[in-house]
């Protein structure tokens, strides 16, 4: 709308003024006026671009279901200049992630509910606790939003608002891929992993299907949020149809914490047989890590409290016998100061 109401001001302006229209605060309207709203519109966009790629990992625009609530934010941002405070970056980044994921605006009375909340945002110098009473409350992540068990329906990982505010998660924790251990923001090819692979459910004497609910949604159970990993292409591939005792259980001990940023940190139910307990448990943990994420999101800041990076000697340190994942050989050289660290010699 900015945009082909500037080009009709700067081409046709005799034209427009017979419609006589007036600014917000009762002035006639003029070029410079449209030039104005339209240059500040552009910057406010530009700046949630930012903190879409930035806090939410946005890398293309697929996951976000609607557009509606990106206007409202951006109106913020314009009211505030263009420019936001941690503070004020936080909430609005908190608001954001649950607007499109309830897609606040869908529905009748789409046009009201954008009007009652811009209304909110330019009046008030806190808008967020009006705007979430328009949202009936909400702040926080439901089971809910995961999915059911029982049904064949389910929330869907890649290219869902919901699978990208999760790899948003394990980025802000700078989360390991589990196999290849490099930093998942620093791979170029990832993918969705099934933790209790799809080979596994394909053989109808698997232990994943011994009861009647299993097999009637065995989609909806072995598609779960919960039964997803977010991984490198190369390690989803290393797994391959291995099932989760085998290639979890197996990472050393001392390099369980890795696990956290995955939820799967929980050595227990693992077995084929234990599979709801697994979904249940790991489920909780992912609601719960979502939250704690949300309210440190909303803090403000780009960096976590800590790092989980693993420099080459750490991941020696913490081995004394090869594994699956680290085979000694005679010579392996790296330097460990000056601006050759980490690299090898």
């Given at each position: 709308?900015?945009?082909?109401l500037?080009?009709s001001?700067a081409?046709?302006?005799k034209?427009?003024s017979?419609?006589?229209?007036?600014?917000?605060d009762?002035k006639t309207l003029?070029?410079?006026?449209?030039k104005k709203?339209?240059?500040e519109?552009?910057?406010?966009?530009?700046y949630l671009?930012g903190i879409l790629?930035?806090?939410?990992?946005?890398?293309?625009d697929?996951?976000?279901?609607?557009?509606y609530?990106?206007?409202?934010?951006?109106?913020?941002?314009?009211k505030?200049n263009?420019?936001?405070n941690?503070?004020?970056?936080?909430?609005l980044?908190?608001?954001l992630?649950?607007?499109i994921?309830?897609?606040?605006?869908?529905?009748?009375g789409t046009n009201?509910k954008?009007d009652e909340?811009?209304?909110?945002?330019?009046?008030?110098?806190e808008?967020?606790?009006?705007?979430?009473?328009?949202m009936r409350?909400?702040?926080?992540?439901?089971k809910?939003?995961?999915g059911?068990f029982?049904?064949?329906?389910?929330?869907q990982?890649?290219n869902?608002?919901?699978g990208q505010?999760?790899?948003?998660k394990?980025?802000?924790?700078?989360a390991?891929?589990?196999?290849?251990?490099?930093?998942?923001?620093?791979?170029?090819?990832l993918?969705w992993h099934?933790i209790?692979?799809?080979?596994l459910w394909?053989?109808?004497?698997?232990?994943?299907?011994?009861?009647k609910d299993?097999r009637?949604?065995?989609d909806?159970?072995?598609?779960h949020f919960?039964?997803k990993?977010?991984?490198?292409k190369r390690?989803?591939?290393?797994i391959g149809?291995?099932?989760?005792?085998i290639?979890l259980?197996?990472i050393?001990?001392k390099?369980?914490?890795?696990l956290e940023?995955?939820?799967l940190?929980?050595m227990?139910?693992?077995?084929?047989n234990?599979?709801?307990n697994f979904?249940e448990?790991r489920?909780?943990?992912?609601v719960?890590s979502?939250?704690?994420?949300?309210?440190?999101?909303?803090?403000?800041g780009?960096?976590?409290v800590?790092?989980?990076?693993?420099t080459p000697?750490?991941?020696?340190?913490?081995n004394d016998?090869e594994?699956q994942?680290?085979?000694?050989?005679?010579?392996y050289?790296?330097a460990?100061?000056?601006?050759?660290?980490?690299?090898k010699?």
């Open positions: 709308i900015s945009v082909e500037y080009r001001i081409s046709r302006p034209e427009l017979v419609f006589k229209p007036k600014t917000r009762g003029q070029e410079k006026h449209v709203a339209f240059d519109t552009i910057k406010a966009f530009d671009l790629k930035n806090e939410f990992s946005i890398t293309n697929k996951p976000i279901i609607t557009n609530p990106l206007i409202v934010a951006a109106s913020y941002i314009r505030n263009g420019k936001l941690t503070v004020q970056k936080g909430k980044c908190r608001w992630a649950m607007s994921l309830t897609n606040r605006y869908a529905g009748k009201t954008m909340d811009l209304r909110i945002v330019y009046q008030k110098a808008p967020w606790n009006y705007l979430y009473a328009n409350g909400r702040k926080s992540f439901h809910e939003d995961f059911l029982s049904t064949n329906d389910f929330v990982t890649k869902s608002w919901l505010l999760y790899i948003a394990m980025n802000w924790y700078n390991l891929d589990f196999i290849s251990l490099q930093t998942i923001s620093s791979v170029e090819k993918e099934h209790f692979p799809q080979v394909k053989n109808e004497k698997s232990a994943l299907l011994k009861t299993l009637e949604n065995r909806g159970y072995m598609n919960a039964n990993s977010y991984i490198s390690s989803n591939g290393h149809g291995t099932e989760p005792l290639y259980t197996t050393d001990t390099r369980r914490q890795i940023a995955h939820d940190d929980d227990r139910y693992f077995k084929q234990e599979y709801k979904l448990r489920l909780r943990k992912i719960t979502m939250n704690n994420w949300l309210d440190d999101l909303e803090k403000g780009a960096v976590p800590k790092t989980s990076i693993h000697e750490k991941i020696f340190d913490t016998h594994t994942f680290v085979e000694w050989k005679e010579t050289l790296f460990t100061d000056s601006e050759n660290y980490g690299k010699l």
